[in-house]
DNA sequence: GATCATTTGCAACAAAGTTGCAAATATTTG
DNA sequence: CAAATATTTGCAACTTTGTTGCAAATGATC
């Protein structure tokens, strides 16, 4: 069964970040997977439905932020976007080192793991420790 | 006087953007230019203290966007950062192609606007409208 | 399967943002 | 410059978003 595989995956990712295994995780992990794409905690929260406290929400995305399972993607519309991370994000230290989209049209938002933000310089005193790229636009499906 | 200079500079920004010239409008605008960096709703609303009524702050700052006065700053932290347009930004349409730069120590967020952002070739399908880049780290004073 | 640690839901709250409407302030016009 | 008109402001009431403490429920361990 495919849906078995999934469950495993997802087990065993929660196995690996030391995380006890309860439905809340299971379900919002199935939900990133599903989406394939960045979710906003209220995306979350309409997809569980009623399934889960509000409070449970949130609890969950703190946890899985610390351990490095999603990460965040900065917008300018006052509503934090989480996507999952590919494999290499250790615990409490990033890697996203990828560009992210998002569409003006549907709101969508991406990761584009095939490009890397490019190197800059700055200036002179200081010091980088994140560098992020979000680009605006029409996606493959609104253009 | 110096402050007379400020002054007429923040009525000919707002007439040029046609908009009636207002004390929350004036004091506002001043409190950026004073600042000279990235300021989130918040700090304005305690930098003006009970001047002025927090809906008109929300109102003001709309406008000021609206008009391409100000530009809003990606941030992770869910609160949106506005700093001031170069003149370049004509109305609803911003080009703020510059590096901002987010200091974690102090929270900090400055426009480096000696940096542009690098192009970057995205997939097939994809058109970009605005691209930005915020680097996070310390600053000069935190370093 | 009992014990212990962790997680969840609930309630209550704080903060952030929005909307409609009347009063106050700006701008325009004679 | 004052009256007429247009715009902006403050207030009240509300929605949404996020947080905290604590008891009950669930998961892990032996």
Redesign the pocket.
Same mark, same amino acid.
């Given at each position: 069964m495919k849906t078995a595989t999934v469950d495993d995956q997802i087990i065993r990712l929660l196995r690996k970040s030391q995380?006890?295994? &309860? *439905?809340?995780?299971r379900i919002i992990l199935e939900i990133f997977i599903q989406a394939g794409n960045a979710l906003a %905690? %209220?995306d979350i929260e309409s997809r569980t439905g009623d399934?889960? *406290?509000?409070? &449970?929400v949130?609890? &969950?995305l %703190? &946890?899985f932020m610390e351990k490095g399972i999603i990460h965040t993607i900065p917008t300018t519309d006052?509503?934090?976007k989480y996507a999952l991370c590919k494999d290499e994000c250790a615990e409490g230290h990033h890697h996203d080192n990828h560009v992210h989209f998002i569409c003006d049209h549907c709101g969508t938002t991406t990761c584009i793991d095939e490009i890397h933000v490019p190197a800059i310089q700055l200036p002179q005193g200081y010091r980088a420790s994140q560098i992020s790229m979000v680009v605006n636009g029409a996606c493959v499906k609104c253009k």
């Amino acid at each position: 069964m495919k849906t078995a595989t999934v469950d495993d995956q997802i087990i065993r990712l929660l196995r690996k970040s030391q995380l006890s295994i &309860t *439905d809340s995780r299971r379900i919002i992990l199935e939900i990133f997977i599903q989406a394939g794409n960045a979710l906003a %905690h %209220h995306d979350i929260e309409s997809r569980t439905g009623d399934k889960f *406290d509000r409070v &449970t929400v949130y609890r &969950t995305l %703190h &946890t899985f932020m610390e351990k490095g399972i999603i990460h965040t993607i900065p917008t300018t519309d006052n509503s934090i976007k989480y996507a999952l991370c590919k494999d290499e994000c250790a615990e409490g230290h990033h890697h996203d080192n990828h560009v992210h989209f998002i569409c003006d049209h549907c709101g969508t938002t991406t990761c584009i793991d095939e490009i890397h933000v490019p190197a800059i310089q700055l200036p002179q005193g200081y010091r980088a420790s994140q560098i992020s790229m979000v680009v605006n636009g029409a996606c493959v499906k609104c253009k």
